[in-house]
């Protein structure tokens, strides 16, 4: 390993790192503007200067490589005075129109030129200007600020794998943008708004909205997708004003998806904010006690077996323990937290996980997705695939629909009879997998809510066993799901009990009372004549069918844990109150037992997640994956051979918040837009 | 020059004539068989070539769709350069360089005369669409500065009266003399060799 000289201080680090990063082990701060851990290096800003031994001139130490005995200083006369001659130049052609700027107080070009910067100018030339672009309805531009650092360019090209931001034009007249207007067809370009380091790209739906000193910043957790994406909610008084991605290696590294950042503005409305009673057909506002004292009245009349409940896909774990209880208390089976039908967790954990965790599929040298979208269903997580793929040296088959996943695959086939040729051997992908040292494959929830899915699932279990993926140290089995709740839901077993009806059964008319725990995307209809208790925080699909509202809270507002699809267990935090009248969702469901006359055994969170971590032990250690066994699940049988498909039909719209949202209700028109046929006439 | 301005037609299509096809591949098999993208550069100016010497956009996108590269990267390539012309030029794009080295020589005077003998300002067509008059920076023929080019021919030790002859020449459909205007042969001095004129001498 390479030994440095830095400031006086001998230090050792891997070879291959700049001399930037061995500073920072070092515990010295560079100033940079174009560098970014996850980029490649592009070394244009100059901004990071340092003196090395020997070398006539300062060196750009971002783009350097170490080499033993390199004598580096970072703090002389010189650089300081190399570093303002750049930050001059830079600010030569920035506007410093801070006051009317986003970026303002957390400007790394503020900052900076708060250590490097001149108190005045001597550039009476002059300044250029460059029109604005438009990139949709997320980002917002102001390209003037643009300092050309390409970080921008970069990440589209290189982490969201669409190349369509570029730098055109050279000099002076150089500008960075897409050429011909239109939207980043991405689902992650929000993410250059937080690499932006100026104001040139800042967030259109956050704009002139406040000053980061004005926030409160929560860390939480998303629970747009199964990922777990770990973010920060920024909260002025009683309003989410913004989301933000918080850095953990393991799950999202630093980024999250636009639905996780921008959906936020769909908690500002249509929310259910006082219970409601149906009166003469309609939903009448009324008390707790009254919409209490209305459930308490049919429950009371009802027999536990036809009492049912559904969990939704943003239910969390906490609410889901408390409701099951409820339910066994009532002499209920009948519970179900796939609200999408979808016939997994029966067997063995390890049958619904995804085992090899996130930041394994960086070890996967063979990658078989079935029946998935990632792209679409986990953007996160399919940004993974990519920087495993652009790492060289892996095989990436795709059994399904044939979509531009962002990077190059083998498209083996559509249906099960494909899945049933690898797993038999005969297709040429079986012997890719066989030959892999770590091959693993990919199924997704489009697969599970299959009539055949035991079947398919099954398949897949043999595929995985017969080509080594399940080996020592490795597990290559993967589900990909799609909704925040589920797994907890699985390991909470919030599925039927003996005897119990899921959810197929709950929807075929049979119950006479079903409690709607945020479950919104099921065919209300087929509920039939039953008493619907909804409880929720959006007037929505179930809060339209329901007899009694119970008005919830969302993820952002309340302390709740929630397990994602590989099994790490995560907790939210309350950043903001819920609205109006509504409660935390297991307040709820503890006043409700009281007043159904089986008090639950908890009165505080506190004793809840002690219950619940004793039955499920698991859910208690918090930021961990409890591993899971193999074992058996699926079935065997035939499967039949439709395609397989995506769940997903609109990706800015999934859930209750994101379909409230007006930025997510823009980027479906402007989907929309950009897939009619261009005219080509015009710029 | 960044922007595609809106006051002109795009065309809607464009498709390499069979020859130019021909010379596209040519290029292509100058490379390793996955760098393709490196032939952007010869495939532009043929596309340029064949499209009356301006680059429409739809050019630029059949280059890259063909070269399997990201449009965005052609467009990087075509605007970085300025012998792409990405807006429509007349038949005769004269191209005046008014670098130092021109410019110490008189480069004003010829930018004068051009403007003067076409009724044009920089970057202007033509009403009749026969000429384009730019400037440019160095064209690398200081050393017969000034001098301008027109398509794909230099013109060089220019002086008013020179330069709006060979505009009028063109403009009648004739073919002016290239290459230096004065008594020069190539880029040696005026006049002749004055040095190394005579054998080395000896045996
Ligand atoms: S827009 Fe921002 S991120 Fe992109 S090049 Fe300019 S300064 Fe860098
Ligand atoms: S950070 Fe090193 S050149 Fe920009
Ligand atoms: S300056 Fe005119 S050719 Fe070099």
Known sequence: MPKLTIDGVEVEVDAGLTVLQACEIAGREIPRFCYHERLSVAGNCRMCLVEMERAPKPIASCAMPVGDGMVITTDSETIRQARKGVMEFLLINHPLDCPICDQGGECDLQDQAMGYGYDRSRYAEEKRAVKDKNLGPLVSTVMTRCIHCTRCIRFATEIAGVPELGATGRGEHMEVGTYVEKTLSSELSGNIIDLCPVGALTSKPYSFNARPWELKKTESIDVMDALGANIRIDTRGAEVLRIVPRNNDDVNEEWISDKSRFACDGLRRQRLDQPFVRQDGKLQAVSWDEAFAAIAGKVKSTSGNKIAAIAGDQADCESMYALKKLMESLGSANMDCRQDGAAVGEGSRAGYLFNSTIAGIEDADAILIVGADPRLESPVLNARIRKRFLGGNVSIGVIGEETDLTYRYDYLGAGPDTLADVAAGSNSFAQVLKDASNPMIIVGSGVLTRADSAAVLGTARKLAEATGMIADGWNGFNVLHTAASRVGGLDLGFVPGEGGAGTNEILSGSMDVVYLLGADEIDMAALGGAFVVYQGHHGDAGAHRADVILPGAAYTEKNATYVNLEGRVQRTQLASFPVGEAKEDWAILRALSAELGQTLAFDSLAELRDRMTTATPSLGNIDDIAAAEWGGFGADGAMNNDAFASPIENFFMTDPISRASQTMAECTAARDNSTTARTGTHG | ?203
């Open chain 2, 1 to 203: 020059m960044n922007t595609p301005t809106q006051n002109f037609e795009q065309p809607t299509s464009f498709e390499f004539t069979p020859e130019v096809m021909d010379m596209a591949k040519a290029h292509i098999a100058k490379y390793p068989a996955d760098r393709q993208a490196s032939a952007v550069m010869p495939l532009l100016d043929l596309a340029q070539r064949q499209h009356d010497g301006w680059l429409p956009r739809a050019a630029m996108d059949y280059v890259a769709d063909f070269l399997g590269m990201p449009r965005i990267e052609a467009y990087e390539v075509a605007t970085f350069y300025t012998m792409y012309n990405l807006e429509p030029v007349g038949k005769h794009h004269v191209q005046v360089c008014t670098n130092l080295p021109c410019w110490l020589r008189g480069s004003d005077q010829i930018v004068e005369a051009a403007k003067r003998n076409l009724g044009v300002e920089m970057g202007e067509t033509t009403d009749d669409g026969l000429f384009t008059l730019s400037s440019m920076e160095c064209l690398g023929a200081c050393v017969n500065a000034p001098m301008m080019q027109i398509n794909d021919d230099y013109y060089e030790d220019l002086d008013e009266t020179v330069t709006e002859s060979i505009l009028t020449e063109l403009r009648h459909g004739q073919t002016p003399k290239t290459g230096s205007q004065i008594d020069r042969k190539s880029c040696e001095p005026i006049g002749g060799l004055t040095s190394l004129n005579s054998d080395a001498g000896g045996d």
